[in-house]
C-alpha cells in the first residue's frame, strides 16, 4: 500500500535541543499516529490525534494534525537521551460503512541524542 | 490491562521449513492485524482479522497466510520459508468499534532468522 512521506529519515542532536519531524500524504487520512520504537520492540503508541487541527501534547512531545488532512507533525522539547529511537507516524483510514482497519507507515525518523 | 503479546520472541529456521508465530490481542480487542518489518521496506501490512475473519489483506504471496480463535487470538503461517522473509514481524490490536476509529497497540513482535 502507499506509505507516507516522512522526514527527516535521520537526526542527530545534542540533547536539550528540540526535535520536529513530519509526514506528508497525498491521501487524506482520519487519524494520525506517533509511535516510538526502540530496537527489538515493537512500536509503542505516543499519540493518537483524530481531528484536523487538533494538537495534543503527552509530556514533552506535541502532535498536529494537519488541517488539509494529509499531514501531521511532532515536536519533542528539550530531548533527553531515552529519546533515542525510530519515530515512526501512521495515518489510518476508516470507512464507515465498513469496518476497516486500514493503516499506512511512514519511512521512520532515526533520532540519536548526544548526552 | 497486559498489553499485547507474542510468542515466540525469537525464532530461527532454514530455507523451505514453515513456521508458526502466535500473537495475544489486548482483552477485549477482537481486530487483530499483522506486519511484516525490515530495514529496507519498513512496515508491511501483511492481514487483518476481526471475528476470526480475515478482512484485510496486504500484498504478500500466498505462502503467508493466518488465522483467528474465538478468544481473538491469532495465529501467521509462513510456509516454504524464504531467506527473504528474515523480519520482525509485528502484531498489533484494537477494538475497531463500528465505524469509529481505534488506534493499534502493537505487541514485540517475532523476530524470524531464516538461515
Known amino acids: 500500500g502507499q506509505q507516507l512521506n516522512q522526514s527527516p529519515q535521520s537526526m542527530f542532536i545534542q540533547e536539550g535541543e528540540d526535535v520536529s519531524m513530519n509526514c506528508t500524504s497525498s491521501?487524506?487520512?482520519?487519524?494520525w499516529l506517533w509511535y516510538k520504537q526502540d530496537p527489538g520492540e515493537g512500536p509503542v503508541l505516543l499519540i493518537a490525534?483524530?481531528?484536523?487541527?487538533e494538537l495534543t501534547s503527552n509530556g514533552r512531545l506535541t502532535a498536529q494534525f494537519g488541517i488539509t488532512r494529509k499531514d501531521s507533525f511532532l515536536n519533542i522539547s528539550a530531548s533527553i537521551p531515552s529519546d533515542v529511537g525510530i519515530y515512526f507516524c501512521?495515518?489510518?483510514?476508516?470507512?464507515?460503512?465498513?469496518?476497516?482497519?486500514?493503516?499506512?507507515f511512514g519511512a521512520g525518523t532515526r533520532l540519536t541524542v548526544k548526552p | 490491562k497486559a498489553g499485547v503479546t507474542q510468542t515466540p520472541r525469537y525464532l530461527i529456521k532454514t530455507r523451505g521449513q514453515q513456521v508458526t508465530l502466535s500473537c495475544s490481542p489486548i482483552?477485549?480487542?477482537?481486530?487483530v492485524s499483522w506486519y511484516q518489518q525490515t530495514p529496507g521496506q519498513g512496515l508491511q501490512f501483511l492481514f487483518e482479522?476481526?471475528?476470526?475473519?480475515?478482512?484485510n489483506k496486504g500484498n504478500f504471496p500466498g505462502r503467508f497466510s493466518g488465522r483467528q480463535f474465538s478468544n481473538s487470538r491469532s495465529e501467521m503461517n509462513v510456509s516454504t520459508l524464504e531467506l527473504g522473509d528474515s523480519a520482525l514481524y509485528l502484531c498489533?490490536?484494537?477494538?475497531?468499534?463500528?465505524?469509529?476509529?481505534?488506534?493499534?497497540?502493537f505487541g514485540p513482535g517475532t523476530r524470524l532468522t531464516v538461515l
Open positions: 498489533a490490536s484494537s477494538s475497531l468499534r463500528q465505524g469509529v476509529t481505534d488506534t493499534q497497540y
Open positions: 491521501s487524506i487520512f482520519n487519524t
Open positions: 490525534l483524530y481531528k484536523a487541527g
Open positions: 501512521a495515518g489510518q483510514i476508516v470507512t464507515l460503512w465498513y469496518n476497516n482497519n486500514d493503516m499506512r
Open positions: 482483552s477485549g480487542h477482537r481486530s
Open positions: 482479522y476481526f471475528s476470526e475473519t480475515q478482512r
